[in-house]
Protein backbone atom coordinates (compact mmCIF):
# COMPACT_ATOMS: atom_id res chain seq x y z
CA UNK A 1 0.00 0.00 0.00
CA UNK A 2 1.40 3.36 -0.85
CA UNK A 3 1.04 5.98 1.40
CA UNK A 4 -1.45 8.61 1.04
CA UNK A 5 -1.02 12.34 0.52
CA UNK A 6 -2.30 15.36 0.66
CA UNK A 7 -2.21 17.82 -2.30
CA UNK A 8 -4.26 20.79 -1.23
CA UNK A 9 -7.55 19.31 -0.66
CA UNK A 10 -7.06 16.37 -2.18
CA UNK A 11 -5.94 12.88 -0.66
CA UNK A 12 -3.97 11.04 -3.01
CA UNK A 13 -2.63 7.08 -3.28
CA UNK A 14 -1.70 4.59 -5.88
CA UNK A 15 -2.96 1.45 -5.86
CA UNK A 16 -2.13 -1.70 -7.20
CA UNK A 17 -4.39 -4.05 -9.19
CA UNK A 18 -4.61 -6.59 -6.36
CA UNK A 19 -5.21 -4.04 -3.57
CA UNK A 20 -7.91 -2.24 -5.56
CA UNK A 21 -9.35 -5.93 -6.61
CA UNK A 22 -9.43 -7.14 -2.93
CA UNK A 23 -10.80 -3.41 -1.51
CA UNK A 24 -13.67 -3.26 -4.55
CA UNK A 25 -14.20 -7.15 -3.94
CA UNK A 26 -14.98 -6.81 -0.42
CA UNK A 27 -17.19 -3.96 -0.21
CA UNK A 28 -19.06 -4.65 -2.81
CA UNK A 29 -19.94 -7.97 -1.08
CA UNK A 30 -21.05 -5.42 1.97
CA UNK A 31 -22.98 -3.11 -0.68
CA UNK A 32 -24.98 -5.98 -1.92
CA UNK A 33 -25.64 -7.51 1.29
CA UNK A 34 -27.12 -4.20 2.88
CA UNK A 35 -29.05 -3.68 -0.66
CA UNK A 36 -30.36 -7.38 0.22
CA UNK A 37 -31.34 -6.04 3.71
CA UNK A 38 -32.80 -2.79 2.07
CA UNK A 39 -35.32 -5.05 -0.01
CA UNK A 40 -36.37 -6.99 3.24
CA UNK A 41 -38.19 -3.87 4.39
CA UNK A 42 -41.97 -3.94 4.42
CA UNK A 43 -43.99 -2.51 1.99
CA UNK A 44 -47.07 -0.51 3.15
CA UNK A 45 -49.55 2.24 1.48
CA UNK A 46 -48.65 4.89 4.05
CA UNK A 47 -45.05 4.51 3.62
CA UNK A 48 -45.81 4.62 -0.13
CA UNK A 49 -48.23 8.04 0.42
CA UNK A 50 -46.10 9.62 3.05
CA UNK A 51 -42.77 9.24 1.69
CA UNK A 52 -41.15 8.21 5.16
CA UNK A 53 -39.64 4.03 4.58
CA UNK A 54 -39.97 1.53 7.38
CA UNK A 55 -37.21 -1.09 7.71
CA UNK A 56 -38.08 -4.49 9.41
CA UNK A 57 -38.84 -4.31 12.65
CA UNK A 58 -36.20 -7.42 13.61
CA UNK A 59 -32.46 -7.57 13.65
CA UNK A 60 -30.23 -9.29 11.04
CA UNK A 61 -30.27 -13.22 11.33
CA UNK A 62 -26.49 -13.24 10.12
CA UNK A 63 -23.79 -12.38 12.19
CA UNK A 64 -22.25 -10.04 10.17
CA UNK A 65 -24.92 -8.06 9.46
CA UNK A 66 -26.25 -8.00 12.54
CA UNK A 67 -22.83 -6.45 13.53
CA UNK A 68 -23.73 -3.39 11.00
CA UNK A 69 -27.00 -2.59 11.68
CA UNK A 70 -26.77 -3.30 15.27
CA UNK A 71 -29.32 -2.58 17.37
CA UNK A 72 -30.65 1.06 18.08
CA UNK A 73 -32.31 0.06 21.97
CA UNK A 74 -30.23 -2.75 24.07
CA UNK A 75 -32.44 -5.20 25.86
CA UNK A 76 -31.93 -6.69 28.98
CA UNK A 77 -30.44 -10.04 28.05
CA UNK A 78 -31.97 -11.88 30.55
CA UNK A 79 -35.80 -11.15 31.01
CA UNK A 80 -36.87 -8.05 27.97
CA UNK A 81 -40.11 -6.63 29.16
CA UNK A 82 -42.54 -6.30 26.17
CA UNK A 83 -42.31 -2.92 26.32
CA UNK A 84 -38.57 -2.96 25.57
CA UNK A 85 -38.85 -5.47 22.76
CA UNK A 86 -41.63 -3.40 20.80
CA UNK A 87 -39.64 -0.13 21.57
CA UNK A 88 -36.17 -2.06 19.92
CA UNK A 89 -38.46 -2.98 17.13
CA UNK A 90 -40.15 0.54 16.60
CA UNK A 91 -36.61 2.05 16.75
CA UNK A 92 -35.01 -0.42 14.40
CA UNK A 93 -38.24 -0.06 11.91
CA UNK A 94 -37.54 3.68 12.28
CA UNK A 95 -33.71 3.65 11.82
CA UNK A 96 -32.41 1.24 9.71
CA UNK A 97 -33.56 2.43 6.55
CA UNK A 98 -31.60 5.85 7.03
CA UNK A 99 -28.28 3.70 8.23
CA UNK A 100 -28.68 1.36 5.34
CA UNK A 101 -28.91 4.04 2.90
CA UNK A 102 -25.52 5.79 4.68
CA UNK A 103 -23.84 2.43 4.59
CA UNK A 104 -24.75 1.73 0.96
CA UNK A 105 -24.01 5.57 -0.18
CA UNK A 106 -20.33 5.62 1.51
CA UNK A 107 -19.86 2.09 -0.30
CA UNK A 108 -20.80 3.11 -3.32
CA UNK A 109 -18.30 6.68 -3.49
CA UNK A 110 -15.64 3.94 -2.77
CA UNK A 111 -16.19 2.02 -5.27
CA UNK A 112 -16.75 4.88 -7.87
CA UNK A 113 -13.16 6.27 -7.23
CA UNK A 114 -11.12 3.18 -6.35
CA UNK A 115 -10.29 2.43 -9.70
CA UNK A 116 -11.17 -1.78 -11.13
CA UNK A 117 -7.62 -2.17 -12.60
CA UNK A 118 -5.83 -0.02 -9.58
CA UNK A 119 -3.88 3.06 -10.18
CA UNK A 120 -4.43 6.31 -8.97
CA UNK A 121 -7.11 7.51 -6.38
CA UNK A 122 -7.74 11.60 -5.78
CA UNK A 123 -10.32 11.70 -3.07
CA UNK A 124 -12.05 15.41 -1.68
CA UNK A 125 -12.60 15.01 2.05
CA UNK A 126 -15.98 14.09 1.90
CA UNK A 127 -14.69 11.37 -0.36
CA UNK A 128 -12.00 10.61 2.08
CA UNK A 129 -14.53 10.43 5.10
CA UNK A 130 -16.75 7.76 3.12
CA UNK A 131 -13.88 6.18 2.42
CA UNK A 132 -13.14 5.82 6.19
CA UNK A 133 -16.69 4.88 6.89
CA UNK A 134 -16.08 2.29 4.19
CA UNK A 135 -13.36 0.82 5.42
CA UNK A 136 -14.69 0.73 8.57
CA UNK A 137 -18.24 -1.44 7.96
CA UNK A 138 -15.45 -4.21 6.13
CA UNK A 139 -13.12 -4.15 9.03
CA UNK A 140 -16.21 -5.11 11.18
CA UNK A 141 -17.80 -7.72 8.50
CA UNK A 142 -14.07 -9.11 8.22
CA UNK A 143 -13.85 -8.73 12.07
CA UNK A 144 -17.20 -10.38 12.71
CA UNK A 145 -16.50 -12.93 9.99
CA UNK A 146 -12.92 -14.06 11.60
CA UNK A 147 -13.70 -13.91 15.57
CA UNK A 148 -11.67 -10.89 16.22
CA UNK A 149 -11.08 -9.68 19.60
CA UNK A 150 -8.31 -8.07 21.65
CA UNK A 151 -6.56 -11.64 22.64
CA UNK A 152 -5.87 -12.76 18.84
CA UNK A 153 -2.62 -12.71 17.99
CA UNK A 154 -1.32 -10.87 14.82
CA UNK A 155 -0.22 -14.25 12.78
CA UNK A 156 -2.63 -17.35 13.10
CA UNK A 157 -0.89 -20.89 12.60
CA UNK A 158 -1.26 -21.88 9.43
CA UNK A 159 -3.83 -24.95 9.78
CA UNK A 160 -6.21 -22.13 11.41
CA UNK A 161 -8.56 -21.68 8.65
CA UNK A 162 -8.68 -18.04 9.23
CA UNK A 163 -4.83 -18.06 8.70
CA UNK A 164 -5.35 -16.58 5.09
CA UNK A 165 -7.60 -13.71 5.70
CA UNK A 166 -5.97 -12.47 8.55
CA UNK A 167 -3.45 -10.18 7.05
CA UNK A 168 -6.17 -8.62 4.67
CA UNK A 169 -7.67 -7.62 8.33
CA UNK A 170 -4.83 -5.68 9.13
CA UNK A 171 -4.05 -4.51 5.70
CA UNK A 172 -7.26 -2.90 5.77
CA UNK A 173 -6.42 -1.46 9.30
CA UNK A 174 -3.31 0.28 7.51
CA UNK A 175 -5.16 1.61 4.62
CA UNK A 176 -7.91 3.32 7.46
CA UNK A 177 -5.17 4.82 9.59
CA UNK A 178 -2.90 5.86 6.37
CA UNK A 179 -5.86 7.76 4.90
CA UNK A 180 -7.00 9.50 8.86
CA UNK A 181 -3.16 10.19 9.53
CA UNK A 182 -3.40 11.95 5.98
CA UNK A 183 -6.17 13.90 6.57
CA UNK A 184 -5.28 15.23 9.71
CA UNK A 185 -2.16 16.39 8.48
Not at 53 to 61: C, I, Q, Y
Request: charged share 30%.
Amino acid sequence: MNPWRKEGDVLVTEMERQEAAVLRGLVGQINDMLHARAEEAPKDELSELTGIRTGPATSPDDPILSRLLPDFHRLDADQPSKEDMDSAAALRSLHEPELLDAKTGVAEVLLDTCPPGGGEVRLNLDQADAWLSALNDVRLALGTALDIDDDMPDELPDDDPRADHLPVYHWLTVVQEELVHAISS
